[in-house]
């Protein structure tokens, strides 16, 4: 593989496949959950439980804030560690060993921006399978770089990515398990039926699911469907953890608090300058924001099967939309607000039109996938008129109603949004244009993100 292959697009090649992740934790609200423990008249208590229970090593390539209010990225792990959790136990939650997978490795990554004025939080889910750069110049996959510990996860989202970290915080499994124990449940919503014999998921019928940490764990875990959809289920189960927390009194009963906290912190690390009064003055500043609803998003990008080369092993990976992600990357620099996409029931609904023009590879190798990842449904409108056809830049046209579902889409692409020019005939029930341009395909638009050349 020759040359730099940039910030936004390591240079790789190989088609478009669809992979399974082995393993889905959710790395939990612990800032939120934690901090806000921190109040009332259990508070000694619950301060003193927490720093007892709190692992702490040092990650070095964490960056620093220049004072209190600045804005603050953390890095959120879910680990399938296994440490704690006897073999009876393992068996039934339908885990393998530590031994069998060849140690720990990341089930979920979540980046998480404050903003400097605590008014926004969102959250972003990172694929565990996103190619980076690795230290030694080569190319891999970011759960890979998290067996070495999470000083090389943050460097490599650094180096490959651009994304500045200020704190770090991984739960393990034992974390996930007692929480749900802990609150006796949590209630998620299933719209279809998920049965997966290797996660040990078994709900055969659409609806309203009182779920055990067992059942929750198979839930999560599941293999079912794309990478998208797990991210999904991850997401629902946040809202579901938060839900049980806020509207149930948890919070506010002395003893639960207490086993909440020790449930958490027995089970989580962090970095050396992330301590419970650092948790609790964020949760006290976010409480109303956090109220109001947490954004949550899935980094731009796509899975492909790419084979063995130079610094790269073969197998699956998940490969960065280039525009989408480094708009996303930018609007985290910045300080601006993140762009709202849509949530994979939303995007199910919506029917997208790819306008090729003279970048049909680009279109059918990168950006049709980028769509199809995020559960739109895809069609190539090739018949399409001459002036809908673009260069360098793709555009997202809205048709008239249909306005925030192509925010969503242009807030997926980074792409500029247009209204449909006056005259143009859709396609029967097309809700969102994509004119495709070069920059679909890489950064300078002569190659894309599988390394295949756009003609």
């Known amino acids: 593989m020759g040359g730099d292959p940039g910030p936004w697009g390591p240079t790789v090649a190989g088609g478009v496949a669809h992979r399974t992740l082995r393993r889905l934790l959710v790395a939990l609200g612990v800032l939120s959950l934690v901090a806000i423990a921190g109040a009332g008249t259990t508070a000694y208590l619950v301060y003193r439980e927490a720093e007892a229970n709190l692992t702490r090593v040092p990650v070095d390539s964490l960056e620093t804030t220049g004072s209190p209010s600045d804005a603050r990225h ?26 069998e997978f060849g140690g720990q490795r990341s089930d979920t990554m979540m980046y998480v921006r404050v903003s400097a004025d605590r008014s926004q939080v969102a959250i972003i889910s990172i694929p565990r399978d996103l190619i980076v750069r690795r230290d ?110 806020t509207e149930t009194g948890n919070l506010t009963n002395p003893a639960q608090l207490l086993r909440l906290v020790e449930d958490i912190t027995s089970h989580l690390t962090t970095d050396e300058r992330l301590g419970v009064q650092e948790m609790r003055y964020l949760a006290t500043d976010l409480r109303e924001s956090v109220a109001a609803g947490v954004p949550m998003t899935t980094f731009p990008s796509y899975s492909v099967e790419l084979p063995s080369s130079p610094g790269l092993p073969g197998g699956f990976y998940v490969l960065p939309y280039e525009p989408g992600a480094r708009a996303l990357a930018d609007a985290i620099a910045s300080g601006e607000p993140l762009p709202e996409t849509a949530t994979r ?111």
């Open 74 to 99: 953390f890095l959120l792990v879910g680990s399938d560690d296994r440490s704690g959790l006897s073999r009876e136990e393992q068996r039934e939650l339908t885990l393998g060993s530590d031994e």
């Open 136 to 245: 030694d110049g080569g190319q891999g996959k970011l759960t890979d770089q998290f067996a070495g510990g999470p000083e090389r996860v943050v460097e490599a989202l650094g180096r490959t990515y651009g994304l500045p970290v200020n704190h770090y915080a991984q739960v393990s499994l034992g974390g996930f398990i007692d929480v749900v124990e802990t609150l006796g449940g949590v209630t998620i919503e299933l719209e279809e039926p998920l049965v997966d014999r290797k996660s040990g998921a078994e709900f055969t019928e659409p609806g309203t699911y009182e779920m055990n940490a067992v059942e929750a764990l198979s839930y999560v875990r599941s293999r079912i469907g794309s990478d998208y959809a797990r991210i999904a289920r991850q997401q629902s189960f946040i809202r579901a953890v938060l839900g049980e927390l």
């Open 345 to 455: 029931d939303d995007a199910a609904d919506v029917a997208v039109a790819m306008v090729p023009g003279d970048n049909r590879r680009a279109a059918g190798n990168v950006l049709g996938p980028t769509l199809v990842y995020a559960n739109y449904d895809v069609s190539t409108w090739s018949s399409a008129p001459t002036f809908l056809r673009v260069g360098t830049t793709t555009v997202v046209y809205a048709r008239p109603g249909r306005l925030q579902q192509a925010e969503h889409v242009a807030a997926l692409l980074g792409a500029p949004l247009r209204n449909l020019p006056t005259g143009a005939e859709v396609p029967e029930g097309t809700d969102v244009i994509v004119a495709v341009g070069a920059d679909a395909g890489g950064t300078d638009g002569s190659t894309n993100s599988t390394g295949q050349g756009t003609p």
